[in-house]
């Protein structure tokens, strides 16, 4: 089975740095992604990791340690736009499915 | 226009009504997903295909039937709607065709559903 643990709200300033933590727990994995959702709309894809290590892009940046079963995402120079869910989502080995964790609430203040 | 079109947005009917959400994509992606996400659960798995010719259940199949029409139509039915079927459902996209693990999924706008 898959079990996906996230905090479930953050609270952050504008301008600092925050980062989001994600553990999982799964029989078979093949990568994880992080994916950002606004109130009311669709979740968009920020990164995917399969390799231990960082992945930078831009202002956000995402690590894997496959032995530890853990991620983080990380947000620099925050911005009140930020202010949403950000959703960690396992893959499933062999049938290519997502099991998404319930997603870290995120609120930017100034 | 949107790359995967969800209708309709929103949608209120009653207790054992039947109900269909459509989805349509534009992506040329062979891979389509229904999911429905709660507050406070996170988006679970309802269906998915993998082309015209393959569906699967996900995690929270009961209750629901879907049906691929073709490989950019994939609608999702509540054959007799119950009040806890109420939830926002997304449908999405991928395409491994290239790289299988890396390609993300795309998700449409949502329905959001009331069922009274």
């Known amino acids: 089975g898959q079990n996906i643990d996230q905090p479930t709200e953050m609270t952050a300033t504008e301008g600092a740095i925050v980062q989001i933590n994600c553990t999982y727990q799964t029989s078979g994995f093949n990568g994880l992604f992080w994916y950002q959702q606004h109130a009311g709309e669709a979740p968009t894809f920020l990164s995917y990791?399969?390799?231990?290590g960082l992945e930078e892009k831009g202002r956000f940046s995402s690590f894997l340690s496959r032995s530890k079963g853990y991620s983080y995402l990380l947000l620099k120079e925050l911005q009140m736009k930020d202010s949403a869910s950000y959703l960690c989502?396992?893959?499933?080995?062999?049938?290519?499915?997502?099991?998404f964790g319930k997603g870290t609430k995120l609120s930017v203040i100034p | 226009d949107a790359d995967v079109t969800q209708t309709p947005r929103n949608r209120i009917t009653k207790t054992g009504k039947r109900i269909m959400l459509e989805c349509s994509q534009t992506k040329g992606h062979d891979r389509m997903y229904w999911y429905r996400q709660d507050p406070g659960l996170g988006l679970q798995l309802i269906y998915y295909?993998?082309?015209?010719?393959?569906?699967n259940k996900g995690e929270i199949s009961d209750g629901y039937s879907v049906s691929r029409q073709a490989q950019a139509k994939f609608s999702l039915s509540l054959e007799s709607a119950i009040p806890n079927q109420t939830a926002l459902y997304f449908c999405a996209t991928s395409d491994l065709r290239t790289a299988p693990s890396n390609q993300p999924q795309h998700f449409g706008d949502g329905t959001r559903l009331s069922i009274l």
């Open positions: 989502a396992v893959v499933r080995a062999g049938s290519y499915q997502l099991t």
């Open positions: 990791n399969v390799l231990d």
């Open positions: 295909s993998f082309d015209v010719k393959d569906i």
